[in-house]
């Protein structure tokens, strides 16, 4: 695989909208922290991003699982706290002939695209989404203004996630035998986001972080090296 590249899905969980704004605060979050490090950010979609940089996957890849955040949501009237949680997944590029995709198994369509782009994207059905049948995995991709750079980008985001489901298999054969850390898969919740306590807390490692509106613009190194430091 190639550790200079991310790639970086941000999915809200529970919590209804306050979740997806939280999944948004992540995204932000991440593109900033790449920025303060040099690294190149592409949106391949409204919740995807390709992190490019000199060990860009090495250092991200532990930030992949549930991060939770307990805070008074801007609706809330009564001053109540709540809490919500958000999924991020962190997958490496993986080369073409790592992974064998049959053309049989893909199912194609194609849109086109809204958003971001100006009126030559909306005009010609350059997005693509793409469904994997035998996984029924589905990926997509509006980014480029050319339909084929939009599939090339698909399948290689498809690849990605045919990698994953494998490694989880293998998470799941290898049960206690996995590291402290692990490879913080979705399911795993992962980290706190204590606002009204401006405590960042990662469950995995045990240990607390201050500044929390510091991290959500991005300084975030203390964590990621922490993390990279307690590995098994």
């Given at each position: 695989m190639?550790t200079?590249?991310a790639?970086?899905?941000?999915r809200?969980?529970t919590?209804g909208?306050?979740a997806?704004l939280?999944?948004?605060?992540?995204m932000?979050m991440?593109?900033r922290?790449?920025n303060?490090l040099?690294?190149?950010?592409?949106?391949?979609?409204d919740?995807?991003i390709?992190?490019?940089g000199?060990?860009a996957?090495?250092k991200?890849?532990?930030?992949?699982?549930?991060h939770?955040?307990?805070?008074?949501?801007?609706?809330e009237?009564?001053g109540?706290?709540?809490t919500?949680?958000?999924?991020v997944?962190?997958?490496p590029e993986?080369?073409?002939q790592?992974?064998?995709i049959r053309?049989?198994d893909?199912?194609?369509?194609?849109?086109?695209?809204?958003?971001k782009?100006?009126?030559n994207?909306?005009?010609?059905?350059?997005?693509?989404?793409?469904?994997?049948k035998?996984t029924n995995?589905?990926?997509?991709?509006?980014?480029e203004?050319?339909?084929?750079?939009?599939?090339?980008v698909?399948l290689?985001m498809?690849?990605s996630?045919?990698?994953?489901?494998?490694?989880k298999?293998?998470?799941?054969?290898?049960?206690?035998?996995?590291?402290?850390i692990?490879?913080?898969m979705?399911?795993?919740?992962?980290r706190t986001?204590?606002?009204?306590?401006?405590?960042?807390t990662d469950?995995?490692?045990n240990k607390?972080?201050?500044?929390?509106?510091?991290i959500m613009?991005?300084?975030m190194?203390?964590i990621?090296e922490?993390l990279?430091?307690?590995?098994?």
């Amino acid at each position: 695989m190639n550790t200079n590249i991310a790639i970086m899905e941000f999915r809200g969980g529970t919590g209804g909208n306050e979740a997806k704004l939280w999944a948004g605060e992540l995204m932000r979050m991440y593109t900033r922290y790449a920025n303060i490090l040099g690294w190149k950010i592409e949106e391949l979609g409204d919740t995807v991003i390709r992190v490019k940089g000199e060990d860009a996957f090495t250092k991200l890849q532990y930030e992949a699982g549930t991060h939770r955040v307990q805070r008074v949501p801007t609706t809330e009237r009564q001053g109540r706290i709540h809490t919500s949680t958000a999924t991020v997944a962190v997958l490496p590029e993986i080369p073409e002939q790592e992974v064998t995709i049959r053309n049989e198994d893909l199912e194609w369509d194609f849109f086109r695209s809204g958003g971001k782009g100006g009126q030559n994207v909306n005009k010609v059905s350059s997005a693509v989404r793409l469904r994997h049948k035998p996984t029924n995995i589905v990926v997509t991709c509006q980014t480029e203004r050319d339909q084929f750079q939009n599939r090339q980008v698909a399948l290689s985001m498809l690849r990605s996630k045919l990698w994953e489901l494998e490694e989880k298999k293998q998470e799941q054969t290898l049960g206690a035998a996995r590291s402290i850390i692990g490879r913080g898969m979705r399911a795993e919740k992962i980290r706190t986001y204590n606002f009204p306590q401006d405590r960042v807390t990662d469950h995995r490692i045990n240990k607390s972080f201050h500044n929390i509106n510091g991290i959500m613009d991005g300084k975030m190194q203390k964590i990621t090296e922490a993390l990279l430091s307690s590995q098994v």
